[in-house]
């Protein structure tokens, strides 16, 4: 059978919550392998939510649904304050990257408490800005930005990565609304061990399923590379 935009395969799935520093209470997911203990995990921050960013949005609906059975990953997915999915809607109301550091915190927080291993933060878009600004914690492996944007995150940020010294991957669209692949290495120059990867054809939402595959494989070739390349039928 073929793996298409739809599929949803075996994982156990569990409802969660996260709780922030600030008193505010986030709701989300935790998708893990069905039979087997994870190998690592994603913590995914999500797109600007006053752009329809959700916890569901289609890459990491599709992380969740694919990667704990393909690759043996933990997806760790949430609603940043006052954002709503199906799920529920978290606490709070949005603060333009600023209070939500204290909701990237309680996901890292959630994240040791479960003993989650390898923790890989995944941001895309405005989640890109919250990794760069807010997930510099010594529980963090690395992070792979999706679409970053470099509009909240300023150089003193990106100076602060590079001193932190995890690794970090950019996927970044060909035609992409903010950032393209040349002036993003220029930019991401300033962060020795960054890896600036151009997407050619894509943009910023990554509609599509061969760019949601090249999306997910990435991704896998840096977290665990003997599940890579990612099959395509099952």
């Given at each position: 059978?073929?793996?298409?935009?739809?599929?949803?395969?075996?994982?156990?799935?569990?409802?969660?919550?996260?709780?922030?520093?600030?008193?505010l209470?986030?709701?989300?997911?935790?998708?893990l392998?069905?039979?087997?203990?994870?190998?690592?995990?994603?913590?995914?921050?999500?797109p600007?939510?006053?752009?329809?960013?959700?916890?569901?949005?289609?890459?990491?609906?599709?992380?969740?649904?694919?990667?704990?059975?393909?690759?043996?990953?933990?997806?760790?997915?949430?609603?940043?304050?006052?954002?709503?999915?199906?799920?529920?809607?978290?606490?709070?109301?949005?603060?333009?990257?600023?209070?939500?550091?204290?909701?990237?915190?309680?996901?890292?927080?959630?994240?040791?408490?479960?003993?989650?291993?390898?923790?890989?933060?995944?941001?895309?878009?405005?989640?890109?800005?919250?990794?760069?600004?807010?997930?510099?914690?010594?529980?963090?492996?690395?992070?792979?930005?999706?679409?970053?944007?470099?509009?909240r995150?300023?150089?003193?940020?990106?100076?602060?990565?590079?001193a932190?010294?995890?690794?970090?991957?950019?996927?970044?669209?060909?035609?992409?609304?903010?950032?393209?692949?040349?002036?993003?290495?220029?930019?991401?120059?300033?962060?020795?061990?960054?890896?600036?990867?151009?997407?050619?054809?894509?943009?910023?939402?990554?509609?599509?399923?061969?760019?949601?595959?090249?999306?997910?494989?990435?991704?896998?070739?840096?977290?665990?590379?003997?599940?890579?390349?990612l099959?395509?039928?099952?």
């Open positions: 059978m073929d793996i298409r935009a739809a599929t949803v395969l075996p994982a156990r799935r569990e409802p969660i919550e996260l709780h922030t520093a600030d008193g209470t986030l709701v989300g997911e935790l998708a392998p069905e039979s087997r203990p994870p190998v690592a995990t994603l913590l995914t921050l999500h600007l939510p006053t752009a329809g960013g959700f916890m569901d949005s289609h890459l990491y609906k599709k992380a969740a649904n694919r990667l704990p059975a393909l690759a043996d990953l933990a997806v760790l997915r949430f609603n940043t304050r006052g954002t709503g999915s199906e799920r529920g809607t978290s606490q709070g109301s949005f603060d333009s990257g600023e209070g939500e550091r204290f909701d990237v915190a309680a996901a890292l927080e959630f994240a040791e408490f479960n003993d989650l291993p390898q923790v890989w933060v995944v941001g895309w878009s405005f989640g890109t800005e919250l990794a760069l600004k807010w997930a510099r914690d010594p529980l963090v492996t690395g992070a792979i930005l999706l679409s970053p944007p470099l509009h995150a300023t150089d003193a940020d990106l100076d602060a990565w590079a932190f010294g995890r690794p970090l991957v950019a996927l970044v669209p060909e035609f992409d609304d903010y950032l393209r692949p040349e002036e993003a290495k220029a930019r991401f120059a300033r962060i020795p061990q960054a890896e600036v990867i151009g997407v050619a054809g894509a943009k910023h939402l990554w509609v599509g399923e061969p760019y949601v595959r090249i999306v997910l494989d990435e991704i896998v070739r840096r977290i665990n590379p003997e599940a890579y390349p099959p395509t039928q099952i």
